[in-house]
């Protein structure tokens, strides 16, 4: 079915679905930005931090929104580490964070589960 049924599929919230259908897509559409945007959001839906991390390694050199998308998911994966005691790790996702969107640096600033894992 496509791209159309995987985006009709996370819009119902069946993840597992939308990305058995950005999966079956050729290799050449998978790469477009708009199928790795919503493959992260299937990713962090699903918590699927490490396919997520792939996903947005790709994201992070594209444009704009992309750019931001990937920084989204990597202060998402900041949380979560923070959640469960990974500090570290953390760390780094922050890192990516702003490396993929620089302007980000201020929003985890703000934000007090955040600025513990940058002390």
Partial sequence: MGFCAAEGYAELGLWDEALEELGSLAAEFRAMPPVLRLELR??????????????????????????MMAAGFYATLGRDLMKRGHIEEAKDALLDAVESWPSCKDVVLRDPSLVAAML
Avoid at 45 to 64: D, I
């Fill in 42 to 67: 299937c990713c962090v839906a699903m918590e699927a931090w490490e396919q997520g991390r792939l996903t947005a390694r790709q994201l992070r050199s594209l444009g704009m929104i992309e750019r």
